[in-house]
């Protein structure tokens, strides 16, 4: 799921889709326009997924892509190796997914994590 808007309106710390990524802003810097051209922002992000660093050149007035990321809450039910089988707590559906490596001491069965959704992929995350 994902809506548009334009550029200008995009700030530190809210996501956009770059290379069909969703990614959290980093920083945005905006040029002043030139004699024959429009201002342009660069956004400089990091994949929310795969925690690679992205960068999108464009005039402030184009269009692009902001994932829906939703915040969830799960109840974890099952550990086995770096993978917790999660149980929804709003929708009660199971679901399994890899534990980060800087999470792994802090993930204990019967106790309640925070999750993020986005495009059809899923992330334990820290509440916070």
Do not use: W
């Amino acid at each position: 799921m994902k809506q548009q808007t334009e550029i200008k309106t995009l700030k530190e710390g809210k996501f956009v889709i770059i290379d069909d990524e969703p990614c959290t802003i980093v920083s945005v810097q905006h040029s002043k326009p030139g004699k024959h051209g429009a201002a342009k922002a660069r956004i400089d992000a990091i994949g929310l997924f795969d925690g690679q660093k992205r960068s999108i050149v464009n005039p402030v007035d184009a269009k692009v892509y902001v994932p829906i990321v939703e915040r969830k809450s799960a109840q974890v039910l099952s550990i086995a190796g770096n993978t917790a089988q999660l149980m929804d707590s709003s929708s009660y559906e199971t679901f399994e997914l890899t534990i980060p490596e800087e999470l792994k001491d802090k993930v204990k069965q019967g106790e309640e994590i925070s999750y993020i959704s986005s495009m059809g992929k899923m992330k334990i995350q820290m509440r916070g």
